[in-house]
């Protein structure tokens, strides 16, 4: 009897054993297909890039972000370009990098983002240009997709900010009668007229120094209308003069030099028809004569309308006076 139970005990501890040993291999084989199937998961991901755009139409000087976002396996090394302080033809404000960032809803991917903020002073369809970025991946060998992992180009419509200006002769609503308390206007307080005379007193001075400068003929007419460019400059910066009697007075200055290095006969035109005879009678190209009647355009707005333009438009139009007046002197000399 003895004998028979310690064959018995040995036999259910040879099972058990052996049932343990059978669990730990299934275990074990288990982890070893769970870590294959993600190898290979992770080996079939490709790298993605994607560019995205805050906005594809800015104005001149606005700012706006580009972002581009690399997807690779878990494990993956991403290098971007070095950084700068320009991309094409836009000026980089502002860089900010997020790498190596767990890709949501995923185990075996991340994400590589570069973000960046930038402006231009230049018009038309710019383009931001591609980047070529190095992706490793987890093995230490640079993939397939390394070698052409470029971004997308995108195009930005970047307008003037003398574009798309309000149509002084489309009139807007008349608000209902509201009724105020007409303060009552003291002797001393003369800023008003101030401003006022101080408007008049520099239309006064370009139309003086046109008269001057036919009579004399010592200062070339674009070193007269750039000097009353400058004036103006300061006038304005310092508040001497307002942005309306400043927007106005660029047209002044336009029309001044004109006459005099065109040679054209004032006899009472206004400006646009000056325009139209510089257009008609001398050889000026039409880009640079569309770009004049937007300024005259401007001042039409500020004094007819009411419709002063914001300062740093103001700004851009004394500068795009300035190379217009520098254009049409240096064409006029071949």
Do not use: Y
């Not at 397939?144 to 003398?162: C, D, F, N, W």
């Amino acid at each position: 009897m003895i004998l028979h139970r310690d064959c018995d005990d040995q036999r259910r501890f040879q099972f058990r054993h052996s049932t343990k040993r059978m669990v730990n291999l299934v275990v074990a084989g288990w982890w070893m297909l769970s870590l294959a199937a993600s190898c290979t998961v992770a080996a079939a991901v490709e790298p993605t890039i994607a560019t995205k755009a805050s906005t594809t139409t800015v104005r001149v000087a606005e700012p706006f972000t580009v972002s581009w976002t690399v997807v690779a396996p878990t494990g993956s090394k991403v290098t971007f370009p070095n950084r700068g302080k320009q991309l094409g033809d836009f000026d980089i404000l502002n860089t900010s990098d997020q790498f190596d960032i767990p890709q949501a809803g995923s185990t075996t991917e991340r994400t590589w983002t570069r973000r960046m903020t930038l402006e231009t002073v230049q018009t038309g369809d710019l383009q931001i240009p591609e980047l070529e970025i190095q992706i490793q991946g987890t093995n230490g060998k640079s993939t397939k997709e390394s070698e052409a992992a470029r971004t997308q180009p995108l195009t930005i419509r970047v307008a003037s900010v003398l574009e798309d200006r309000a149509d002084p002769t489309q009139f807007r609503d008349i608000e209902s009668v509201v009724d105020v308390n007409v303060p009552v206007e003291h002797p001393r307080n003369s800023l008003g007229w101030t401003l006022a005379a101080a408007a008049g007193g520099l239309a006064l001075l370009a139309a003086t120094g046109v008269v001057v400068l036919r009579k004399r003929g010592r200062v070339t007419p674009k070193t007269w209308a750039l000097n009353e460019l400058a004036d103006l400059e300061l006038a304005t910066s310092t508040g001497t003069v307002s942005v309306e009697a400043s927007t106005i007075q660029i047209s002044d200055i336009l029309r001044g030099f004109l006459l005099l290095q065109l040679n054209i006969d004032e006899a009472g035109l206004t400006s646009h028809e000056v325009l139209q005879k510089v257009e008609s009678e001398h050889h000026v190209e039409r880009d640079i004569a569309s770009r004049i009647g937007t300024l005259f355009s401007l001042a039409d707005d500020a004094k007819f309308a009411g419709l002063p333009p914001s300062e740093r438009e103001l700004n851009v139009a004394i500068e795009q006076s300035r190379e217009l007046i520098q254009t049409i002197a240096s064409s006029q000399r071949r």
